[in-house]
């Protein structure tokens, strides 16, 4: 199980850490990722790390701004946002999969959380 939290209404520029808090598995497993999606359009792949933390990967709307972290020990992934931007409103959403190598395509991922709103006001 994946629980979002985190989330809120801030201004453009504000930065907010969202987490993403697992149970009832091996977290030190999975590859995790975040995703967004806001109304009306698909579900968009944010970032991932791998199990280990070693490797991650984003989307170039947030290279540079948002950066995704793990603790293996408390069983949670985090995305730091900075700078961020009206259209980084969204709902988020962490997933995870036990695949081989971290990948950006939702269809891969086999566990979902529910999602936190993200609210960025200009």
């Known amino acids: 199980q994946l629980t979002e939290s985190g989330g809120g209404l801030v201004q453009a520029g504000d930065s907010l850490r969202l987490s993403c808090a697992a149970s009832g598995g091996p977290f030190s497993r999975y590859h995790m990722g975040w995703f967004r999606q806001a109304p009306g359009k698909e579900r968009e792949f944010v970032a991932t790390?791998?199990?280990?933390?070693?490797?991650?990967n984003y989307a170039d709307s947030v290279k540079g701004r948002f950066t995704i972290s793990r603790d293996n020990a408390k069983n949670t992934a985090y995305l730091q946002m900075n700078s961020l931007r009206p259209e980084d409103t969204a709902v988020y959403l962490c997933a995870a999969h036990g695949r081989t190598t971290i990948v950006n395509d939702p269809e891969k991922y086999n566990y979902w959380g529910q999602g936190t709103q993200v609210t960025v006001s200009s």
């Open positions: 790390i791998s199990w280990s933390g070693g490797a991650t």
